[in-house]
């Protein structure tokens, strides 16, 4: 549709849809540059709440493709200058006030991605709350808002695991749980081979109880995605290979670029695991 430029067609799809799979399409259609040209033709055809949202989330992915996945102390002045253009267009774009509730929620979702680049903690705090009023399990914002909590923006592990614990629902809270595990593997990647022995000791009761209790999800959802990848990728970080590959048969081609990127694997790297 957007190719095709059935610019009506593609709004009522998305008026209609439920907040993850409003999350997905977007992804799909706008953390890419395959359909950059027809976004921008798209933007230039009219004024719409579909169209605002659309340009606010592929300015987002704009800024951090120009930024990269350095450190900040690593990117250099043009990088940043770009970075910060572009998520202060995202930033105008995705703060306009919506019709659709579901919208508004998603827009407060990538709020919080722009707000953390923008080194704004105060507005993804509140682009947080204001999602989570509309949509209080929101996945997409609890998935940022994660990132926004590590170590290495502005949280630390403490606030991470207390995040977890408070998790609106069951599944949610076994998703942050694995996320929060794999994100220690990942702090602790580099440190020697004792500190992470001792790491794996102090974690070893929940990891095994975590990994033990968990089966692949087939039901082809956005968080069976990104749960099945981060359980995939515990049990490989584990060594546990079969179970590893229990959750990557089931992902197929859906493997996500994080958490496996914390490790060195990109998707052909990790669709050869199995």
């Avoid at 930033?91 to 579901?102: K, M």
């Avoid at 929620?105 to 923008?118: D, H, I, P, Q, S």
């Amino acid at each position: 549709m957007l190719q095709q430029q059935q610019w009506n067609q593609l709004e009522a799809v998305a008026a209609k849809l439920m907040p993850d799979d409003l999350t997905r399409l977007l992804d799909g259609l706008c953390l890419t540059d395959t359909y950059s040209k027809a976004l921008a033709s798209y933007s230039r055809s009219g004024d719409s709440d579909f169209r605002c949202l659309a340009a606010g989330v592929h300015a987002t992915y704009v800024a951090w493709q120009i930024r990269g996945g350095a450190y900040a102390k690593y990117v250099g002045k043009q990088q940043l200058e770009g970075f910060a253009k572009h998520l202060n267009t995202a930033y105008q774009h995705l703060t306009t006030t919506f019709n659709s509730a579901t919208y508004q929620a998603e827009a407060a979702a990538r709020t919080v991605r722009v707000a953390m680049g923008l080194s704004e903690p105060d507005l993804a705090r509140e682009a947080f709350t204001r999602c989570l009023a509309l949509a209080p399990a929101h996945l997409q914002a609890h998935l940022f808002y994660f990132n926004f909590l590590t170590p290495k923006w502005f949280g630390s592990e403490e606030v991470l695991e207390e995040f977890g614990e408070a998790a609106p629902t069951p599944a949610l809270g076994q998703l942050l749980e694995a996320m929060y595990l794999t994100e220690l593997f990942s702090i602790h990647d580099d440190s020697s081979a004792a500190v992470q022995q001792q790491f794996r000791n102090h974690y070893a009761q929940q990891l095994a109880q975590l990994t033990a209790q968990s089966r692949p999800l087939t039901d082809g959802s956005l968080y069976a995605v990104y749960f099945n990848n981060y359980l995939a990728c515990l049990n490989h970080l584990l060594g546990h290979l079969a179970a590893r590959n229990s959750f990557l048969q089931v992902l197929g081609r859906y493997i996500t670029p994080y958490p496996w990127a914390y490790f060195g694997l990109d998707w052909a790297a990790v669709q050869k695991l199995v």
